[in-house]
């Protein structure tokens, strides 16, 4: 499970995803789903929660 505060709603979310040893990515880290579409104002991209990026 990973739990974290929502930024946005400031609320904790969580989420629950079985991953087997072929799902581990070393090496990578999630991808930042806010986008800040003006000052004090977030978007955030639920679709793009479990999407990763090398990390450097």
């Known amino acids: 499970s ?3 505060i ?3 709603i400031a609320a904790p ?3 629950q995803k079985d ?3 072929h799902d581990v ?3 990578e880290r999630f991808v930042e789903i806010y986008t800040e ?3 004090g ?4 991209d639920y679709g793009r929660l479990h ?3 090398p990390v450097g």
Do not use: H, K, N
Request: overall charge negative; aromatic content about 12%.
């Open 6 to 8: 929502d930024p946005v």
């Open 37 to 39: 579409l003006e000052p």
């Open 25 to 27: 990515r070393f090496g």
């Open 2 to 4: 990973v739990i974290g």
């Open 19 to 21: 991953y087997t040893w």
């Open 51 to 53: 999407d990763t990026e």
């Open 13 to 15: 979310v969580q989420m």
């Open 41 to 44: 104002r977030l978007s955030v």
